[in-house]
């Protein structure tokens, strides 16, 4: 099966810019995450998704990060405008319906370098 | 306070050895993940625990659910196993700051 697409690879652009990250899941996944994992940490969850309904978006900075999934399949994930600290890599998960004891799927990140 | 601590944060071994990594957790759990990261950012789900032992090749998962402990071992370790080892909880919402896996030929 494909696996989760991320597109673009990398981005860099300057502060108070803004920039859109897309993610495809793997076919069929409800479940799509988006996660920011700056260097040296672990990833952190900013939202998640169950078909396009948002399930948990309390770590998402809402006043400059945006997520929709409006078709319940490909995700885009916003950032305006964007900060210094927003430097980091980008994840997008996303997991079947198989219980909830089924792995998740990783795509290979965004990296955005805020400048 | 991170939900999630992992022990050590940085490991190097000489090819051969075995290695354990360690994940402690303070939130109650369904499940624990172990994740694999390589440079590159690309991650893997290694295991998936609710109780007991996990075995897959040379890799092998514990976990003690009274004790919110896990362990993953790696069994005649090899150069190739070098990576960024992650342990998440709670449908991935916590998750660990890694272990960066050194193998030395």
């Known amino acids: 099966e494909a696996g989760v697409a991320q597109s673009p690879r990398y981005k860099i652009i300057e502060k108070r810019q803004s920039v859109a990250f897309w993610c495809n899941p793997i076919?069929?996944?409800?479940?799509l995450y988006w996660y920011q994992q700056i260097l040296g940490q672990g990833p952190k969850l900013l939202i998640q998704?169950?078909?396009?309904?948002?399930?948990?978006d309390s770590q998402l900075p809402k006043d400059r990060f945006s997520a929709e999934r409006l078709k319940g399949v490909d995700s885009t994930l916003k950032i305006q405008p964007a900060k210094l600290e927003d430097s980091a890599v980008y994840l997008c998960a996303s997991r079947g319906l198989q219980g909830r004891f089924s792995p998740l799927h990783f795509g290979n990140g965004t990296r955005l370098t805020v400048t | 306070k991170n939900e999630v601590e992992q022990s050590p944060q940085n490991l190097t071994a000489q090819e051969g050895e075995f290695i354990t990594i360690n994940c402690s957790y303070s939130?109650?759990?369904?499940?624990l993940h172990w994740l694999q990261q390589h440079p590159g950012g690309g991650i893997v789900s290694l295991f998936m625990l609710s109780s007991g032992k996990k075995k897959h090749g040379r890799l092998i998962a514990t976990i003690n659910i009274q004790e919110k402990h896990s362990s993953l071992h790696i069994t005649a370790s090899h150069p190739r196993d070098s990576a960024v080892y992650i342990c998440a909880v709670r449908n991935q919402f916590y998750f660990g700051t890694g272990t960066s896996l050194t193998v030395i030929p």
């Open positions: 998704f169950q078909n396009n309904g948002v399930v948990d």
């Open positions: 076919s069929g996944h409800a479940t």
């Open positions: 939130v109650g759990i369904s499940a």
